[in-house]
């Protein structure tokens, strides 16, 4: 008889072999394999991503996209994990450029989401230095428009590849994640894990990155939640941020709005631009002729 295990994908996002991400994407991995699921890993700098085009085709047209590159393929392997850690390297502040490329990709997911809905992942980021890495949830943002539920995102520090192996706190915590990830895949309860969030972090999308609304409010700038600032015995801030529970359940990645926004925004973009295109016409012809481009065949070739 044949079992089938269900299964793990580890997301590479460096690199550098045997750096840190990779490093911690695998304690992660074999922990969950001790739990019977099947595990593969697949390095993201294997793939080859262009930029997005901005055609628009898979939103008005609700075509697959055109630009022939390893999107889908990507795609593919998210589909058929039942679960997946996406790891990242922090370079200038954020994650790797690969998922913004992915991320930007983000208005055709609609396309998908019904075999991605509510698989759950999980992120490590790593940076060399404590506060250097504000953009990490830009990560999450990948995990959430896909689709998929985030249940736990951890950030780990080492600059040199391998240093942060030197780190016990930073060890369990990716032990942690392997295990809370493949009990989730297995199906238990995610109100039994026990994850430790950032007490003022948005419990969506885990970020610091606030914006004031009110003298009182913040709002999440990446998944519109928002807070009000209470007076708390936090020892180190005095107060505390308490979340608007109707936020949390309509925030910017849920299904809805995600579908709403494309629906009903993106798609409305076009009869408002077609509704203006004469004028549009003559103010874009007026900017046409204005010709200073470099020659792609007279670029210099190097850096000097
Ligand atoms: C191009 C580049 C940019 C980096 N930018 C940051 C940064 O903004 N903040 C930070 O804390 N570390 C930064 N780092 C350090 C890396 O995040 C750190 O070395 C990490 O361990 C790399 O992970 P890896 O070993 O998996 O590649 C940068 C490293 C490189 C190569």
Known sequence: ???????????????????????????????????????????????????????????FKAAKCRINDDFYEFLNHIEHADGVLFGSPTYILGPQAQFKQILDRFLLIPQHIDNLQHKPACTVTV??????????????LVVLS???????????????????????????????????????????????????????????????????IRRDKLQCALCHTRASIVESNNQQLGFTLKFEAESLKHHRWTEEAMVHHIEEW??????????????????????????????????KKSFS
């Open 1 to 59: 008889m044949v079992i089938l295990l269900k299964k793990i994908l580890g997301v590479v996002g460096s690199y550098r072999k045997q750096g840190n991400t990779e490093l911690f994407v695998k304690l992660a991995m074999m922990e969950a394999e001790k739990h019977d699921l099947k595990v593969e890993m697949i390095r993201l700098t294997d793939f080859n991503f262009k930029p997005c085009r901005g055609c628009m085709a898979c939103v």
């Open 127 to 140: 940076s060399g230095l404590k506060g250097w890495h504000p953009l990490s949830p830009v990560l999450n």
């Open 146 to 212: 896909l689709g998929m539920n985030l249940l736990d995102s951890i950030h780990i520090y080492g600059p040199g590849p391998g240093q942060a192996l030197l780190n016990e706190e930073s060890y369990q915590k990716a032990i942690d994640v392997g295990k809370n990830l493949a009990l989730a895949i297995k199906g238990e309860d995610y109100d039994s894990f026990e994850i430790k969030k950032a007490p003022n972090s948005c419990p969506v999308c885990d970020g610091e990155l606030f914006t004031p």
């Open 266 to 299: 993106v798609k409305a973009t076009e009869h408002m631009y077609l509704g203006k295109l004469e004028e549009i016409n003559k103010l874009k012809a007026q900017l046409k002729s204005f010709d200073r481009w470099i020659p792609r065949s007279t670029r």
